[in-house]
């Protein structure tokens, strides 16, 4: 390598060498430790530098740590990641905030009508719902008897009303 070779390899190549190194871990890298992590600020840390939506799913559903996954779900902005995580988190209070951040009124009756875990979230779920379609599917088909009276008393059109109270949903009303 001539002199030439050697200063133009050294003005363009430490530049960007540093600027790689300057980056630090990659999304995947930081993924990784925030989900191992025990709680330590270094997996807050990372939890922190994510900005890929699909990993910071991930680890707001599979963090070790509440504290980690809580954190991924503050940076969480995507409907679809978010109904995911509501619906799967390994901790009630990653999914109940993600509940709060989900405005999408099919996922929130799903979460309603099924979840099986946390009757919060369930019941957060419900009080968010404000389409009467889904609302009255909620009174109609949940599974936990006190959302579908919870559902009940969000209704307001009286012909859905009716057809529950003629069809029986609630069988200890009947007469």
């Keep these: 390598m001539n002199t030439h070779q050697h200063l133009l390899a050294t ?24 989900k ?49 995580v509501a619906k799967s988190a390994r901790h009630a209070s990653t999914r109940q905030a993600a509940v709060e951040k989900l405005t999408d009124q099919a996922a929130l009756a799903d979460i309603a009508k099924n979840d099986k875990n946390f009757a919060n979230v369930r019941l957060g779920a419900l009080g968010k719902l404000t389409d009467q379609a889904f609302l009255a599917d909620v009174a109609k088909n949940a599974k936990d008897n006190s959302v579908r009276q919870e559902a009940v008393t969000k209704l307001t059109d009286q ?16 007469g």
């Design 11 to 34: 003005l363009v190549i430490a530049p960007l060498f540093l600027a790689l190194t300057a980056c630090g871990p990659n999304q995947k890298e930081l993924a990784k430790t925030a």
């Design 36 to 84: 191992l992590s025990p709680g330590d600020s270094a997996g807050v840390a990372a939890a922190g530098k994510l900005t890929d939506q699909t990993l910071l799913a991930d680890v707001a559903r599979f963090a070790n740590a509440e504290s980690i996954s809580n954190a991924a779900v503050k940076k969480l902005a995507d409907q679809t990641a978010l109904a995911e």
């Design 159 to 174: 012909a859905t009303l009716a057809d529950i109270a003629k069809n029986g949903f609630f069988p200890h009303f009947r």
